[in-house]
């Protein structure tokens, strides 16, 4: 076999020694030594630059060169030979520096033999052929552990690290020299630390193979999830430092957490329909594909008389039992129909369910299918509910309480209830909710003149035409009377309103033909608008009602907008000035008529005329409510005119007709007395209807004869020269001079209610009735107490000989007819 031999190149100027060591390599047995031999140092570089050389035996003392710098041009010269230095006894010194810059080894000159010279080269030979595999193979492991995607951590028995790998580098986001000594510790996310210590600690710090999941926290505070695994490095049998691998698994941990989020999604959607189908007034259960119940909600638990628990699993027909209420026959599962036709299942006519407990109750049902991911059915849902008469009858009450029994439309309940949800709906769509007012004109008119049956029927077709002038998500209310309110949900502008308002007024402007009779009803409508003008459902409402009745006050069958002028009370004045004066064109005022008694008899001697309004709009309307504005724009004038002819007649009549007539007391106001047509006006009525003057008597305040008392002084002459009595209203409330009382030409003194409601309670009262009944009867006057109304009253007015009253005790104030009765022939 041709095993390359070993060239030896011997450098010695020595030719004693040289041979010695040629004659020492060739006695070997072995693999030959290929010798060659050179004398000079020069002549050796020249040897070793060809190349070839495996052994270089060489002499530190030569002709052309000694010690270390001969050394080194060697070393230089050869580097992959190996160099052994000859040595001779005295050279130790330099020997050993050669041995250090380089030098396999050093021969002693003095000891070249056959016998170990050749064993000694063969082992240094050897021994650099181990080293360079070593070299290698530490080169190769370095490769192969930086290739590793796992990281590697090496550590020694104290714990510092003596190696890592490039991926450990990568995930811990720290170099070679940063890892070399650190503790595998220290890269560890804060938050796992103690975690990750306490495990370490449980594996016998890692005496044990130990394994965990944690998370590297970078210097850039990028995160890394790693599986780390670590086992001790044995030496032998003793454990020498612990080697780790960590895997990033940070793209699985964010699977991981994606699956956790949407796991968690799916248990709150679960938990919501749980909670929503347990909210719910139906029943539902669900079936499998072989009709098992899978669930079940309270309602479904309740109605069937089941617990979900027990209910479970087992067969529908026997939790959900339905017959045919008529027939008692079984009827159809609905669930199983649904899964076999694949589609829902309305309800069966008549139904009855029956509880476990026998109970049955009438229900109505539907069914459909439940389908999988893949569209396939897997089971089916039935819900119902109780449709008995108890429950029919609770929805019938509610529908009741919110809802207009004569029209069937929403009543003001709903309506606030639906108005306050507009307004909340407005604002988060940022639109505007109308609310509008509507009248009926004159309906309180048709009511009274047709009767109710046809007021009743006018209003079931006025709500139908309204419901049809706006959209069905919109609401027309019924307030009672011929009042509606209709609420615009959604309007993006003012203009809104005012089309379905032109609407309404264009649909009620055809007749209405009903009961024979051909109504024509015109509407007065007011509007407000949230937010604009109002700023929650009260003022809304309030702000609709005033900008009515503005629209009324303007003369009817129009709609007005709410403005921020149109103050109520003012509306009110207003509405009302313009009503009186349409009152006087058409005649609706009227006359009460209340007897003056006279006490100890119980003999009517007289009458109070008291006037009425009878308002087309708001029926019978006192004079508290209108006087005092008929007074401030004058209209009481007219008005005062026609009270007192209206009385005039209505006396003269009642002679005529044969009736045992009394005296009419008509009040007179300030403003009527100081006119300076009174007088003649008088006298022109008097004349007009022909009635004696003494059947009149005007009722005056104090205040308005002591106002101007010289003034007073004549028109009361003249009012007593025309035959006509007088009369002090509400005496004892105002100023009044004694000296003048005595001129004055007056009849009657009537002591105000206040004094008389005041004689069983004070003793004031008592005193100043008692007193007014004493000064009367010394001038000479009638005195007669007003507001009489309890038989105490009556006691003491005859005690204190006040010989006449009026008031409620003794009669009302009565229409004309009424009083008339009280007449005798
Ligand atoms: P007045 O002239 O003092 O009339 C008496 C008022 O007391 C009437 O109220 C009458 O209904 C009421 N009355 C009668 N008996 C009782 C009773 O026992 N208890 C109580 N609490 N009240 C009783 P009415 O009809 O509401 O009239 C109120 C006021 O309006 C009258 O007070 C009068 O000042 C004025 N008024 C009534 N009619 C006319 C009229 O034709 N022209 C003018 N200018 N004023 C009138
Ligand atoms: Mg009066
Ligand atoms: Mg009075």
Not at 24 to 35: C, D, I, K, N, Y
Not at 197 to 208: K, S, T
Request: proline share 3%.
């Amino acid at each position: 076999m041709g095993v390359q031999p070993t060239t030896v190149l011997i450098v010695e100027d020595d030719a004693t020694d040289a041979r010695l060591i040629r004659e020492a390599l060739a006695t070997t047995g072995g693999s030959p030594f290929h010798v060659e031999w050179v004398t000079q140092l020069t002549t050796a570089l020249e040897r070793l630059t060809r190349g070839n050389v495996d052994v270089v035996l060489l002499d530190l003392s030569l002709p052309d060169g000694q010690g270390i710098p001969a050394f080194d041009q060697v070393f230089q010269a050869a580097p992959n030979a190996l160099i052994l230095v000859l040595s001779a006894a005295n050279e130790e010194k330099t020997t050993r520096q050669a041995v250090q810059r380089g030098a396999q080894d050093y021969l002693a000159k003095a000891h070249v033999d056959a016998h170990w010279l050749p064993r000694a080269l063969r082992y240094v030979i050897e021994h650099k052929a181990t080293r360079g595999k070593l070299q290698d193979s530490e080169a190769s492991f370095r490769a192969m552990s930086d290739a590793s995607p796992l990281g590697i951590f090496v550590s020694d028995s104290q714990g510092s690290c003596t190696y890592t790998n490039a991926a450990y580098h990568k995930i811990s986001g720290l170099n070679f020299e940063q890892t070399l000594g650190s503790n595998w510790m220290t890269a560890i996310h804060p938050e796992d630390r103690a975690r990750v210590l306490a495990e370490w600690r449980a594996a016998a710090m890692g005496e044990e193979p130990f394994q965990t999941e944690y998370r590297f926290l970078q210097e850039n505070e990028n995160i890394v999830w790693t599986r780390v695994s670590s086992a001790p490095m044995l030496d032998g049998l003793h454990a020498n430092g612990r080697v780790k691998t960590v895997e990033d698994i940070s793209e699985r941990k964010a699977a991981e957490f994606k699956l956790l989020a949407v796991e968690e999604a799916l248990y709150d959607e679960k938990e919501r329909a749980q909670a929503t189908l347990n909210s719910i007034g139906d029943a539902v259960l669900s079936t499998d594909l072989l009709g098992n119940l899978t669930y079940m909600n309270l309602v479904a638990e309740t109605m069937t008389g089941w617990p979900y628990a027990a209910a479970l699993g087992r067969s529908l027909s026997e939790v959900f039992r339905i017959i045919n209420g008529t027939t008692r026959q079984a009827i159809a599962n609905p669930a199983q129909r649904a899964i076999k036709e694949n589609k829902t299942i309305g309800l069966a006519a008549d139904c009855v369910l029956i509880r476990r407990d026998g109970f049955e109750f009438a229900i109505e049902d539907s069914s459909a299918p439940i389908h999988n991911r893949d569209g396939r059915v897997s089971g089916a849902v039935i819900v119902f509910h109780d449709v008995s008469t108890a429950k029919s009858m609770a929805l019938k009450m509610t529908h009741i309480a919110q809802h207009d029994f004569l029209t069937g439309l929403p009543n003001r309940v709903l309506l606030t209830e639906r108005l306050s949800q507009a307004i909340l709906l407005a604002d988060r769509h940022r639109m505007q909710v109308a609310l509008l007012f509507l009248d009926l004109d004159n309906f309180k008119h048709i009511n009274d003149s047709l009767g109710h049956a046809i007021g009743d029927k006018l209003l079931e077709s006025v709500a139908e035409r309204l419901m049809s002038c706006v959209r069905t998500t919109d609401t027309v209310c019924r307030q009672g009377g011929g009042e509606f309110v209709i609420l615009l949900a959604e309007i993006e502008q003012q203009q809104d309103a005012a089309l379905i308002a032109e609407k309404l007024l264009a649909a009620s402007a055809l007749p209405y033909s009903i009961g024979g009779h051909e109504l024509h009803v015109t509407l007065s409508i007011g509007i407000s608008v949230y937010p604009d003008d109002s700023i929650n459902t009260d003022s809304v409402m309030q702000n609709a009602d005033t900008a009515m009745y503005h629209a009324k006050s303007i003369g009817r069958n129009n709609y007005q907008f709410f403005k921020a002028d149109m103050n109520t009370n003012a509306v009110r004045r207003l509405v009302i000035e313009n009503s009186l004066r349409r009152a006087l064109r058409q005649e609706e005022f009227l006359l009460h008529y209340q007897p003056q008694i006279d006490i100890a008899s119980g003999a009517m001697i007289g009458a109070e005329a008291l006037i009425r309004w009878q308002d087309p709009d708001l029926g019978l309307i006192q004079p508290t409510q209108f006087i005092s504005i008929a007074e401030e724009c004058g209209l009481i004038v007219p008005i005062g005119r026609w009270v007192l002819r209206e009385a005039c007649r209505q006396v003269k009549a009642w002679l005529d007709s044969g009736l045992h007539a009394v005296p009419v007391s008509v009040n007179v106001s300030a403003l009527e007395f100081r006119d300076k047509n009174f007088l003649s006006g008088l006298g022109a009525i008097l004349k007009e209807t022909g009635l004696a003057p003494h059947y009149l008597e005007l009722e005056l305040t104090e205040n308005i004869i002591m106002h101007d008392a010289k003034a007073s002084a004549s028109v009361l002459e003249a009012i007593k020269a025309m035959g006509v009595r007088l009369a002090i209203d509400d005496f004892g409330t105002g100023y009044s001079s004694l000296s003048y009382l005595q001129r004055f030409p007056i009849n009657t003194l009537k002591i105000d209610q206040s004094f008389v409601r005041d004689i069983a309670t004070n003793t004031y009262g008592a005193n100043i009735v008692s007193a007014v009944i004493g000064m009367g009867k010394s001038l000479g006057h009638r005195v007669i107490a007003e507001g009489v109304e309890t038989q105490e009253q009556v006691d003491f007015l005859q005690a204190s000989q006040c010989a006449q009253g009026q008031g409620f005790k003794f009669s009302l104030p009565l229409v004309a007819d009424a009083f008339a009765c009280l007449l005798t022939k």
